[in-house]
């Protein structure tokens, strides 16, 4: 594989690509590729670990149970641990990517 | 200061702009910015933390001991602790926008 984000994309995307980058003892980065994707309804992550991410192609709305957030790229946000979340949206119209440092 | 990673670039960049997104125990998150910087003559990194560095934006070139890296948008690379490194170059034509991931 390529070392480059926007790189080795497949064509087709019948699920959500997780690609790991790094896996450290205190932290994982991933790609997320989500084309159209969101978070089956009804449900939350809830993750024991923080994550920073932030959106690096495409566009996308990440619900939180307070708030809702657009996010387009270079838009970051830091999820606590255990904080619920959802992936309400992604743009049909290309790939989104993020970047996910998990922590 | 807006959470996007594209916002806030000063006008005039006299100096690298190094801006922290995230302090955690065991990870710094951080942008920084270049505009045909280089790392000055003779001076290497070296740092104790190892870091994940990406270039999301612009192109440069990064040099290590044994061998010279040509970085464009997307482009990623790990570095271990204590390997020396330093940035060559930078393009004039715009900033060159790195997100860094010490850990």
């Known amino acids: 594989m390529s ?3 926007f790189a080795d994309l497949p064509p087709d995307l019948p699920a959500e690509l ?3 980058f790094l896996e450290a003892p205190h932290v ?3 790609r997320i590729v989500s084309h159209g994707h969101s978070t089956p309804a009804g449900f939350w ?3 024991k670990q923080s994550e ?13 149970e307070d708030r809702v957030m657009e996010m387009r790229s270079g838009d970051f946000v830091t999820i606590p641990a255990l904080v619920r979340h959802r992936v309400e949206w992604t743009t049909p119209d290309e790939p989104t990517i993020w970047l996910a440092v998990h922590y």
Do not use: D, K
């Open 52 to 64: 920073w991410v932030i959106v690096l192609q495409g566009a996308a709305r990440l619900a939180f």
């Open 28 to 30: 994982r980065i991933e």
């Open 18 to 20: 997780f690609t790991a």
């Open 45 to 47: 992550y809830e993750q």
């Open 3 to 5: 070392n480059n984000l």
